[in-house]
Every structure is written in structure tokens, then in C-alpha cells.
């Protein structure tokens, strides 16, 4: 008997072959062959597992990775469309955050609870999808009730009379005017349910645990069914009813259910700046405390059970992708059995010129085409020519050299400072097309570029 992941993630995926995976992660991020192949095989792995017997399945572990790089090369962009493409809950943390038990601050078991509200929030959405149609109905009929309260409930015997069938009539047409929005001027009242007590956070020992504390269930009578009215158009009491009628349909314990279990075998947590916390004991400083929450993420990594407000969680086949520059530190300085949890280590390229001119032109969101898009709002017809974008490449890679090397991001700082003009005169351009051609860019950059202390702070 297989494993089998919930039905929409599998679906997704489990035709994409390794190779497919790649070409899918292209069409985002440029470059970084080693890092995709990684990530590709260790999805299509996961996979596989769901198709063994479960005695095996069980003990089959991920592989987790970790990616060397510089900022701003493609490690974050990598792990996001990697589960989107799975569509597999999918959270990132800063490593940075985590605080030694002890200490005050976030506890390392805090990323699998913020993987689980996500996947509840995934499957919810899912099953609002499945009930959007009949919640629509429902909503309807209530509507229609405000707006032609029922002289009389019509008795299955009268269906056929007269009255009958004027009340049918009228009923019909006005469901024909609210459909057409004819209606939206008109006002409904509502009884609108109070909200809901909110939960607290309680400090237990050292740690800060978030405690589901629910009033109505301690104090029953108390807030239960507490409503008030409101008057709203049509049109918002329609959506308001149709949001009500989703939640009547949908059974959260059922949500939970399956999202604890989609999170279990199918969660990727990214953790990020995991050199940060990479520092060996040394007795001084903060180095002891960066070991201690080394080994506070190790169970997790390892494979642990986290007490979540939707139940317990095993993070068993969690796969967790760590990255980080490595400047200071190096991989070997963290402790042992952490390094041995990630048995796949990629490193990820510097970009240079020759990379910066295909982010800026290839990926289905390039900043070129987004640009463009932005002004075509203002009715400007903006172009780039190929030797501007060779000259923003050329800039971007000059002021990474001779400044912080923070990698594609240089790119953005560097498109805002050359649109810089575009943007702020463009409701007001008389001649609505616009070409950014090497003049151009070396006009708008050529100054700050020069001036390496002017550059640090606008570049």
C-alpha cells in the first residue's frame, strides 16, 4: 500500500520529472544549475516515497540541503518556487531569529506551528473553492429573504395556487434584478456576528507558546451567538452572507486533519542565514548561545513531534532546505550532528554582467517587463534598447564591485535610481513615448557611479 500525498498536491507534481522541474525553475531564476538539480531530485524523491510500501516510507528520510552563496543570487527565489511548484506549505525563517531555550525571544518550534497555520490556511482555501457555488446559493436565498420577507410560509398543498405562484413570480424577479445590479443601491440590515474572543500569548518557563485560549468554550453563554445589526448595500451584504454560508460548509476539524497531514509529508521549511548562528564555543561572547540554538533546531530537523493548536506534528519528512553566505564562517563550523542533517550542499555562483542582463529580460516577471507594464498605466509606451539593458548591467555590476556585493538586488536599486524621473513626471508627459536607450542610462547613473561615497548611499 502507497503513501499517498492529499490528492491536489500529487496531482501537481507527480508528472514533473526531475528535468521538467529545472526547466519550470528557469523561467524564474537564471542560472544556478547545481542549486536547481538539488532541489528538483530531492522533490521528485519525495515522491517516490509516497509510492512505497509505509513500513519502508517511513524510514526513508529526506534530504535536506544546504546552499552556499552570497545575497542576492537566487537561494530564497529557488525554495519559494520550488513549493509553489509542488504546492506544498512552505514557510521561510531567519535562523538569526532563534533564541537559545533560556533566552528570551522566538523558539525554534515556532517555525513548524507557522508551517501549520499556512497549510491550514492552503487546505481552507481549497475547500472554499469546492462550497464557493452552493454558498452562493445559500447566500442568495438569504438575501432574498431580507429583501421579500414571507408574508406566510406557502404549505406544500398551496404550491400550485394563485398566491402561490405571485409570490414565486415576485420572488424570481427580484432575484433576476439583484443578479443583473439593479439592486446595488438598496440597502439590507444584517445581523452581523460580534467577533470572535481573540487567542492571547502566554510566556510559559522561558518560551513565548501561543495558547488557543477560546472564552466561549470556558464561559458558554457568554458570548455565544452575540450579534449586532448593521445596514450595508446589496451588494456587501451578498458577499458578507457568502462568506458566512463557506464557513457553515466547510468542517475545520476536517481542515486541520488534512493540513497536519500535508505539512507532515509534504512541508519545506526554508531557513535562512544559517551561517549567522554557525559560530563554535568558545566561551566568550555570543557564541555559546548561537551553539545552544544549533541544537535546539537540531530535534527539529532531526525529526521531532511539536504540540500545535491543531494537534501534534512530526517533522519527520519536513524537508529542510538551509542557506547563507558563509563570508565569516564556514559549514564545518557548525556543530556535527547538524551538518550530518544535511547531507546535500550546493554553492551557488556570484552573478556578474552576462547573468544581470538575462534577469533583467528573461524570467516571466523581469524587472524590464515590469517596468514596462507600470508605465503603460500612465498610457506612457516605455522601451528599453538592447544597449541600455547591457548599460544597467554594466552599472549594477560596477557599484556590487566596488561597494557590498548584494547580487541581483543591485538591480532594483539601480532601475528605481534610472526611472527615477520617469515615474515622477509621467502623468504629465506630453509625448507619451519614451525610449531608454545608452544615453539614457548613462545620463541618469553615470554620476553616482563616478562618486563611490554618493553611490554607497543611493546605489
Same mark, same amino acid.
Given at each position: &500500500? ?8 500529487? *496531482? ?14 528557469? @523561467? #524564474? %531564476? ?56 509542488? !504546492? ?14 533560556? #533566552? ?23 475547500? /472554499? ?12 436565498? =438569504? ?67 501561543? %495558547? ?5 468554550? &470556558? ?20 458577499? #458578507? +452572507?457568502? !462568506? ?23 512541508? /519545506? ?23 545552544? %540554538? ?9 525529526? *521531532?513531534? %511539536?504540540?500545535?493548536?491543531?494537534? &501534534?506534528? =512530526? ?23 547538524? !551538518? ?12 556578474? @554582467? ?17 517596468? /514596462?507594464?507600470?508605465?503603460? *498605466? ?18 549594477? *555590476? ?16 539601480? &532601475? ?28 541618469? +547613473? ?11 548611499? /543611493?546605489?
Amino acid at each position: &500500500m502507497a503513501i499517498l500525498l492529499p490528492e491536489s498536491i500529487e *496531482t501537481a507534481a507527480d508528472a514533473l520529472t526531475p528535468r521538467q522541474i529545472v526547466a519550470e525553475l528557469d @523561467k #524564474y %531564476v537564471i542560472g544556478q544549475g547545481k542549486a536547481k538539480r538539488a532541489v528538483a531530485i530531492a522533490l521528485r524523491n519525495r515522491l517516490r516515497r509516497q509510492k512505497l510500501a509505509p513500513e519502508l516510507a517511513e524510514e526513508v528520510a529526506p534530504k535536506n540541503i544546504l546552499m552556499i552563496g552570497p545575497t542576492g543570487v537566487g537561494k530564497t527565489e529557488i525554495a519559494r518556487r520550488l513549493a509553489r511548484l509542488a !504546492q506544498s506549505p512552505f514557510v521561510k525563517v531567519e535562523a538569526s531569529k532563534f533564541t537559545e531555550v533560556g #533566552y528570551v525571544g522566538r523558539d525554534v518550534e515556532s517555525m513548524v506551528r507557522d508551517l501549520v497555520e499556512l497549510g491550514v490556511d492552503m487546505v481552507r482555501g481549497e475547500r /472554499i473553492e469546492e462550497v464557493r457555488s452552493k454558498a452562493a446559493q445559500n447566500a442568495e436565498e =438569504r438575501l432574498l429573504d431580507l429583501l421579500l420577507p414571507p408574508p406566510r410560509p406557502i404549505a406544500p398543498d398551496e404550491e400550485g395556487t394563485p398566491a402561490g405562484e405571485q409570490q414565486s413570480r415576485t420572488r424570481e424577479h427580484l432575484r433576476e434584478q439583484v443578479r443583473s445590479g439593479r439592486m446595488d443601491a438598496r440597502t439590507v440590515e444584517l445581523d452581523v456576528r460580534e467577533k470572535s474572543f481573540p487567542s492571547f500569548e502566554i510566556i510559559a518557563g522561558s518560551s513565548v507558546e501561543e %495558547v488557543d485560549i477560546n472564552l466561549k468554550d &470556558m464561559l458558554p453563554g457568554l458570548f455565544q451567538g452575540k450579534t449586532r445589526k448593521r445596514r450595508m448595500k446589496v451588494p456587501e451584504a451578498l458577499e #458578507y +452572507l457568502t !462568506q458566512e454560508e463557506e464557513q457553515k460548509l466547510i468542517d475545520m476539524d476536517s481542515v486541520a486533519k488534512t493540513a497536519v497531514d500535508r505539512v507532515e509529508q509534504a512541508g /519545506i521549511i526554508f531557513i535562512d542565514e544559517i551561517d549567522k548562528i554557525a559560530g563554535r564555543e568558545g566561551g566568550h561572547g555570543p557564541d555559546i548561545s548561537r551553539e545552544g %540554538v544549533q541544537r535546539d533546531i537540531l530535534p527539529i530537523v532531526e525529526g *521531532t513531534t %511539536v504540540n500545535t493548536k491543531y494537534g &501534534m506534528v =512530526r517533522t519527520d519528512h519536513i524537508l529542510f532546505i538551509a542557506a547563507g553566505a558563509f563570508h565569516v564562517s564556514k559549514p564545518s563550523d557548525l556543530i556535527p550532528e547538524l !551538518q550530518g542533517r544535511f547531507p546535500i550542499r550546493v554553492e551557488l555562483d556570484a552573478l556578474g @554582467k552576462d547573468e544581470f542582463v538575462r534577469i533583467l529580460t528573461e524570467p516571466r516577471s523581469a524587472l524590464v517587463r515590469q517596468s /514596462i507594464a507600470l508605465m503603460e *498605466t500612465e498610457g506612457i509606451d516605455l522601451t528599453f534598447t538592447d544597449d541600455a539593458v547591457h548599460r544597467i548591467a554594466d552599472f549594477a *555590476t560596477i557599484v556590487n564591485e566596488r561597494t557590498e556585493n548584494i547580487g541581483a538586488r543591485r538591480l532594483h536599486t539601480v &532601475m528605481e535610481k534610472l526611472l527615477d524621473e520617469i515615474s515622477f513626471e509621467g502623468p504629465d508627459l506630453e509625448n507619451k513615448t519614451v525610449v531608454i536607450d545608452d544615453a539614457y542610462v548613462t545620463r541618469m +547613473l553615470a554620476e553616482i557611479v563616478k562618486d563611490e561615497d554618493l553611490s554607497r548611499y /543611493i546605489l
